[in-house]
Every structure is written in structure tokens, then in C-alpha cells.
């Protein structure tokens, strides 16, 4: 950070973590969202900036000649916003015709109607780093040839091409094991161990976060090839509860998935997917994905039915066999995929009940809602500093009625539910361990 940012910033950064129960911000620089506002997201918005530069061409060929200079515009208003982070500027309201874009402006009136502060690093970090992300957004939204580019494609693609690789020896391990055969009887032994196995396959798969790695396509494979031996740091594991709720003795109509980002989590969420309505009591899983890009990789509508044509377009047969299960899931209607506005809004799930009654009423009436991923997580805790202690259900707040799943690898210094002196024993290990990603929650909440 130069001298001049630095200068700009010193007023509103404190020397100190969060206070108890507070919501985190960057502000603290003794916290997770400093660094990452002050180092890693510039990174991530000079990502997009060197791509648009680099493949300035192939944009030109792709949207016509005349987009050369929504590029311009485009460059120099990403540029713009780096400073604007850097510098702590207050947050602006929104202009484009976006369908979210009153619910965004109507957060911001009422903000600043209560003198809450409208910036970076003061304002709470969900709603700060999710702003920026819909900033970004909103760059491309209010141009007329590049509305529709994606500026995270070009890093997701050429992951989601390697975890389909990497992923082979599983998915051909699970059809010689006859795990989605159904004429291949398995004891109820089995499908429990089955469905514990792809659920930690689910979780760990989440470590996979290109917004965390600044949009790294580096791709671990020993990730599901590993998942047995991470038992021990799973620090919460419900998974008892959640098997007796999809295996009991009766059928859920309805399971939904809310997911987080592509590739091997996706895929690996597709897997437990297609386990869930073939060997338990599930009649239908109901994807729900980002209506935008979003964080880096995030899953949209896109990139959901992308993944599944490429594998189902596979020259091997052990990925045509599951590409080919998916796609006739979606078009039985066994599967189904939508984006909510919600998703993308900066608020804790906590708000939905008020922003969104009906959505609210919709996810309450779920037998079950799994929840993907870290950025889920911080909404669902409102991303407070709780007492680790803190049970769950008071951390979930007004979304405490919902009976949901989370699924989550830590990478942010908010957490709930944990025993006495868990926290305690894991940071004399690993003191990053709520950062790192190399701990994790299979955490569950009956909504009662």
C-alpha cells in the first residue's frame, strides 16, 4: 500500500480485532477482512483489468468493433473502483436497470439515513466485499455490447476443464462400486457410509475458492483422494442428523442446494446430488445458484448446465454415465436450477425474512436446505465475532425456523457452535485455523 493510501486510510483503521458479537469490517486490522480487502480483492480487480487488456481482441471479435471503446470505459472505471477501494470512498448508489438494483439503493438510503458509514473498511465487511462484487457488475451492466461478459470466465474455464480430469478415478471408483446402480442392492450400512462419505467429498471440495486464492486456477487434486484422512479436522460433524432427516422412512419431496463455486465443488455437489435422489428419500433436489458472477467463481445458471454438457460431451463413458444421469434429471424435472435475487444482495440471511418475505416462507417450508461454501456461512452467522461457544441457532438469528445443512470450509474468522475449548486447543496447532480452509463444518440447524 503507497504512503498516500496509507495516509487516506489512518483515520479509520483501529489496531484491533472486532469487539464480541460485533459484525466484522475491515477497519480491524487484526481481523481476516483487512488483509483481504486491502490486499486480495485489489488483486482480483487487477485480474480483470490485465485480462480485458490481454484479450482485448478476442472481446472485439466476440461483442463487434464498436465495443473497443466500452473497453476503454471499461478499464478506466476498474481502475476507478481499485482506488476507490484503496482509498475508502463512500459507496454510490447503483444506475443500472438491474433487477437488484432498487433493493441495492434502497440498503444504501437507509444506511445512510442512520449515519451508518458508507465505505470499505467501515462498513461491515459482508456488505462491503458483496458491493464491490455488484460494482463490479454494474461496470458491465451499464454498457451495451459487454453487459453480458463474464470478466471471471477466462479463470474459471480452464479450472473446470482440470477438475474434470482430476475427478475421473473417483467418478470411475463409484460406477465399479455400483454405488448409483440401482439394481445393485446396497444394505442400509452401506448407503449411510455412502452418503457420509460424498457428504465430506462435498464439503472438502469447498476449499477450491479462486476469491480466496485471488483467482488462482491452481487445482489440488488430492482433495477427495484425501477426504478420510481430514477427519479430525472436521470440528463440528451433524452428519448423524442429517442422514436420519434424507433416510427416514419418509420421502422428502424436496432438498435444496445452495451452492457456491464451480468446478470440483460443483461437481462433487452434483455427485451428493444425484446420491440424494437415488439412494435416499428424496424425490428432487433444487439447485439454487447465483443470478451473476460473483467472488471469482461462484456457480451461475451457465455454469451450472456448462458443466454438465462438457461432461456429458465426455469421449470417456464414465463421464458420459454421469452427464447423461444429470441431464435427464433436469429435463424429468427430478433436478431444478434457479437464481434469486437474494443471493447477490449484501445482507446476512438473517435480513431475508423482512427484504423478502415469500423467498423467506419458500426456504421455511423446505424439509431441508444445504448450504455451500464459506460466503454462505458468513450470512448465515451474520458475520459477527461471535464466542465460538455461541450455539448456532442464535447465531442464525431470524433464520433460525429454517431446517438447513452447512456445509463449510473455514476461511473467515467467524464462527458458531463449537465445544468448550475447541477453539482454544486447534489455535495452539494451527493458529490461521479459521482462515486457512483447512477445517471444516458439516454443521446442522432443525429450524425448531
Known sequence: ??????ESLMKVLKDVGPPPSAPLAAKYKRSFAFPSMNERVPVIITKIIDY?????????????????????AVIGEISE?????????????????????????SEIRNRKSKGDPLNYYESDWLFSECYLYRRIKEIFATKKLLCNLDPFSYQKEPVLSQSIEDLGPHLRRLIDQKVFDKDHQLSP???????????????????????LSGGNTDVALDVIDLVHNWDSNILVDHTDQVSSIVLGK????????????????????????DFLVTRCRVKKVHFRVKPMYWYVSDVTQH??????????????????????????????????????????????????????????????ASPLVIFKGDL????????????TTTSFSEALGDFSPVVLLA?????????????????????????????????????FNSGQ
Open 407 to 443: 456445509l463449510r470450509t473455514c476461511k473467515a474468522d467467524t464462527i458458531a457452535g463449537l465445544e468448550p475449548g475447541t477453539a482454544e486447543n486447534i489455535s495452539k496447532q494451527s493458529p490461521d485455523w479459521m482462515v486457512s480452509g483447512e477445517y471444516g463444518l458439516i454443521q
Open 303 to 364: 455454469d451450472f448446465h456448462s458443466t454438465i454438457n462438457i461432461i456429458s460431451r465426455h469421449s470417456l463413458d464414465h463421464y458420459k454415465f454421469f452427464g447423461t444421469r444429470w441431464r435427464s434429471f433436469i429435463d424429468q424435472g427430478i433436478w431444478e436450477v434457479s437464481s434469486e435475487t437474494f443471493w447477490c444482495l449484501g445482507l446476512p440471511y438473517s435480513d431475508m425474512a423482512r427484504v423478502d418475505p415469500a423467498f423467506f416462507a419458500e426456504l421455511k
Open 81 to 105: 473502483l481499485k482506488n476507490h477501494l484503496q482509498t475508502a470512498k463512500c459507496f454510490q448508489e447503483f444506475s443500472s436497470d438491474s433487477p437488484d438494483t432498487e433493493l441495492w439503493n
Open 1 to 6: 500500500m503507497s504512503l498516500q493510501i496509507e
Open 52 to 72: 480485458i487488456v490481454r484479450d482485448k481482441k478476442n472481446i472485439i471479435q466476440n461483442f463487434g468493433e464498436n465495443a473497443e471503446e466500452e473497453i476503454k
Open 376 to 387: 454462505n456461512y458468513r450470512k448465515l452467522v451474520q458475520d459477527r465475532n461471535w464466542k
Open 189 to 211: 450400512t452401506d448407503i449411510k457410509s455412502n452418503l457420509s462419505y460424498l457428504i465430506k467429498c462435498s464439503l472438502w471440495a469447498n476449499r477450491m475458492d479462486m476469491s
Open 250 to 273: 419418509d420421502p422428502l419431496d424436496v432438498v435444496d442446494l445452495v451452492t457456491d463455486n464451480g468446478a470440483i465443488e460443483l461437481l462433487n455437489d452434483l455427485i451428493l446430488a
